[in-house]
């Protein structure tokens, strides 16, 4: 069975940063492309960053320039570097990986 879990995630002031991390088994991982979603109160799951199995990477407007997506695939995890972190930026954040592979999603607050 495929294997997803987040971690890395958590309480943060605004302007600080967090590294959220999906080490993923059960699957050939450098053949998938790969993504970070979110979703905050009664509203719908939306994608953040997104990197394909080249390596290119697509960013929401919202989180350009504050967002990096990256990939290891030896260690086979795929992070989500997050910078001057904002209010707006509280969600769950969920891993995905090829398009049917989700991890159980985390908790980010960014509050003062």
């Known amino acids: 069975q495929v294997r997803v879990v987040e971690s890395g995630g958590g309480l943060v002031q605004p302007g600080g940063s967090l590294r959220l991390s999906c080490p993923a088994s059960g699957i050939l991982f450098s053949i998938h492309n790969m993504g970070w979603y979110r979703q905050a109160p009664v509203t719908q799951r939306e994608v953040v960053a997104s990197?394909?199995?080249?390596?290119?990477?697509t960013y929401a407007d919202s989180v350009k320039g504050r967002f990096t997506i990256s990939r290891d695939n030896t260690e086979k995890t795929v992070y989500l570097q997050m910078n001057n972190l904002k209010p707006e930026d509280t969600a769950v954040y969920y891993c995905?990986?090829?398009?049917?592979?989700w991890g159980q999603g985390i908790q980010v607050t960014v509050s003062s």
């Open positions: 995905k990986i090829a398009s049917d592979s």
């Open positions: 990197i394909t199995v080249g390596g290119s990477t």
